[in-house]
């Protein structure tokens, strides 16, 4: 890990636990339900994202990440409970906590007929600060065409030009919905690098889906899961990989092991032969050695499966 991601994985490592709210919480969910008629997308989210995390949003194809999101900002009014932003109201925030949000939908949503150069312009007619340069630099390095109508840019020079109107006033709350869906691999990479710069220079809370899993991994982000309408779990990669482990045994063994070790269970498969194979998590500070019963260490892929059922 290089220094630049250590001091990020620092920063992400503070207060990760929906239950112990924060006045200063960029965002924050309590009990947040989401129906669509019959069907319940969100059951009860608790969630909040403090000042300089970085949060990769991970769950099936529609498990509710982007209902999250836009519940999150506003955008969709939930069935039950609260989302406050910058300690207000969601529904009721005031001109300056909105100019403090940048947000890359999923589908980009850019006036088409505009050129990049006329939208800029246009988006910066409403924002106290801009930064011109860092626009400036990162057209040049995306290699975005300032006066082509954006309806002939390709879709990753849409997304990336969505991904600059989002930076370009400096939020201190960046939401973006699978941003690098159409990015190519350079592109995700010089993406992920300027979400790095953008929290170690400026902390800026960052919440971002995705599933590609090698970028999160790269950035060493926090994880939280989503899963049946709720956040199984959140916290740092790097703590995840460290302290869970997948156990395989008979279910009486494994029990066992949870109550000698104090760890916990996440999930649970039933495997053949009355076995069962479970991802234990082991506390803080307890190393998670192998014991007599297989254990393998998890990858990210392996966590996802298992918590995102
Ligand atoms: N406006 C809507 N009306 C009715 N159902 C909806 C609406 N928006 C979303 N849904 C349903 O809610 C569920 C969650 O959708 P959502 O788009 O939030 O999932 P997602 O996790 O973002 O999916 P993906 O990973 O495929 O982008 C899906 O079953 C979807 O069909």
């Given at each position: 890990?290089?220094t630049?991601t250590?001091?990020?994985?620092?920063?992400?490592?503070?207060?990760?636990?929906?239950?112990q709210?924060?006045?200063?919480?960029?965002a924050?969910l309590?009990g947040v339900q989401?129906?669509?008629?019959?069907?319940?997308?969100?059951?009860?989210?608790?969630?909040?994202?403090?000042?300089?995390?970085?949060?990769?949003?991970?769950?099936?194809?529609?498990c509710?990440?982007?209902?999250?999101l836009?519940?999150?900002?506003?955008?969709?009014?939930?069935?039950?409970?609260?989302?406050m932003?910058?300690?207000?109201?969601v529904?009721?925030?005031?001109?300056?906590?909105?100019a403090?949000?940048?947000?890359?939908?999923?589908q980009?949503?850019?006036?088409e007929?505009l050129?990049?150069a006329?939208?800029?312009?246009?988006?910066?007619s409403?924002?106290?600060?801009?930064?011109?340069?860092?626009?400036?630099?990162?057209?040049?390095?995306?290699?975005?065409?300032r006066?082509?109508?954006?309806?002939?840019?390709?879709?990753?020079?849409?997304?990336?030009?969505?991904?600059?109107?989002?930076?370009?006033?400096?939020?201190?709350?960046?939401v973006?919905?699978?941003?690098?869906?159409?990015?190519?691999?350079?592109?995700?990479r010089?993406?992920?690098r300027?979400l790095?710069?953008?929290?170690?220079?400026?902390?800026?809370?960052?919440?971002?889906?995705?599933?590609?899993?090698s970028?999160?991994?790269?950035?060493?982000?926090?994880?939280?899961?989503l899963?049946?309408?709720?956040?199984?779990?959140?916290?740092?990669?790097?703590?995840?990989?460290e302290s869970?482990?997948?156990?395989t045994g008979?279910?009486?063994?494994?029990?066992?092991?949870?109550h000698v070790?104090?760890?916990?269970?996440?999930?649970?498969?039933?495997?053949?032969?009355?076995?069962?194979?479970?991802?234990?998590?082991?506390?803080?500070?307890q190393?998670?050695?192998?014991g007599?019963?297989?254990?393998q260490?998890?990858?990210?892929?392996?966590?996802?499966?298992?918590?995102?059922?």
């Amino acid at each position: 890990m290089n220094t630049a991601t250590a001091t990020l994985a620092s920063k992400l490592s503070v207060g990760l636990h929906a239950e112990q709210a924060q006045p200063s919480a960029s965002a924050h969910l309590q009990g947040v339900q989401v129906d669509f008629g019959a069907q319940q997308v969100l059951r009860g989210i608790d969630w909040q994202l403090l000042p300089g995390q970085v949060v990769g949003l991970l769950g099936r194809n529609g498990c509710g990440k982007t209902t999250l999101l836009e519940t999150l900002l506003g955008l969709r009014e939930p069935t039950a409970g609260t989302a406050m932003l910058f300690g207000q109201p969601v529904a009721g925030l005031d001109d300056a906590a909105r100019a403090r949000i940048g947000y890359v939908p999923q589908q980009a949503e850019l006036f088409e007929w505009l050129t990049p150069a006329q939208l800029l312009a246009y988006f910066r007619s409403f924002y106290p600060q801009w930064n011109e340069a860092k626009v400036e630099g990162l057209m040049s390095r995306w290699d975005i065409a300032r006066d082509k109508p954006i309806a002939r840019l390709s879709g990753g020079q849409k997304q990336r030009l969505s991904i600059i109107r989002a930076l370009a006033h400096e939020p201190d709350l960046l939401v973006l919905d699978e941003p690098v869906a159409s990015l190519d691999p350079a592109g995700r990479r010089d993406f992920l690098r300027e979400l790095v710069e953008q929290v170690i220079d400026r902390g800026t809370t960052v919440v971002f889906s995705t599933h590609i899993l090698s970028d999160l991994e790269r950035v060493a982000f926090n994880i939280a899961f989503l899963s049946q309408g709720r956040i199984a779990l959140q916290a740092p990669l790097d703590e995840l990989l460290e302290s869970c482990r997948l156990v395989t045994g008979p279910s009486s063994q494994l029990q066992t092991l949870l109550h000698v070790r104090g760890a916990a269970r996440l999930s649970a498969q039933a495997l053949d032969g009355g076995r069962e194979r479970w991802l234990v998590r082991f506390s803080e500070g307890q190393p998670a050695l192998p014991g007599a019963l297989p254990t393998q260490a998890p990858t990210l892929e392996d966590l996802f499966m298992e918590l995102t059922q």
